[in-house]
């Protein structure tokens, strides 16, 4: 079975369900059980805890005092938060409407989860600026002008681009939403929360995003 595959240190990473993997998430899931629990504070202000480590597929199963969570879950987060610092009104318009991923992935003739594990790799967490490839060439043809746009930005963060997408989410996530007293977990650019609260902490981020002139589709 295939997992959701992570980029770190700049390399895209497959994973499976292996039987060291099951080991882990059984470990994982019996110390939040029984209270043992972890958090720490990034430089970017993302707040990592026993609930942002563990995998998607054991969100369903998440209750919080004994009753259920639903996720609410910010669409392609990465570059909606770019869209604030480019000008393109049509780039601006797909990931509003949550369909960059696909149009890119359309684009390039590949399943969308494969375009949005290139993406990170050199569009928006990779240090170097893009300048040729298929990528950079679906990039030109679909929003003609924003690559060059979001290379001029790598340089102007020294190759930090992602790590400002990154604080821009954790000032509404963390510094924002995170202080409306219900009960509630945060991983990264979800919310969980009970389902009685999840208009009130959807009509939330919708305002908070309005602050920046983004329309969002939760």
Not at 101 to 119: P, W
């Amino acid at each position: 079975m295939k997992l959701k595959p992570v980029f770190e240190n700049g390399i895209v990473k497959k994973r499976f369900l292996t039987k060291e993997r099951i080991q882990q998430y059984l470990l994982m899931a019996i110390k939040i059980n029984i209270g043992c629990h972890w958090f720490k504070l990034s430089d970017e202000g993302r707040f990592y805890s026993s609930i942002t480590n563990l995998s998607y597929t054991t969100l369903p199963f998440l209750s919080l005092n004994s009753m259920k969570l639903v996720e609410i879950d910010i669409p392609n987060a990465q570059p909606l938060m770019l869209s604030t610092m480019i000008n393109s009104n049509e780039y601006k318009t797909d990931v509003e409407n949550a369909n960059f991923y696909q149009r890119m992935a359309d684009e390039l003739e590949m399943e969308k989860g494969s375009f949005k594990i290139l993406s990170y790799k050199y569009i928006f967490f990779s240090p170097k600026p893009l300048k040729s490839g298929k990528v950079y060439e679906a990039m030109n043809k679909i929003y003609p002008g924003v690559i060059e746009q979001i290379n001029t930005l790598k340089e102007k963060f020294n190759g930090n681009l992602a790590v400002e997408l990154q604080k821009m989410e954790s000032k509404i996530i963390i510094n924002n939403i995170s202080k409306i007293n219900i009960p509630k977990l945060t991983r990264h650019d979800s919310v969980l929360v009970y389902e009685a609260h999840e208009d009130k902490i959807k009509n939330e981020l919708i305002k908070e995003f309005n602050k920046l002139n983004l329309n969002i589709k939760l």
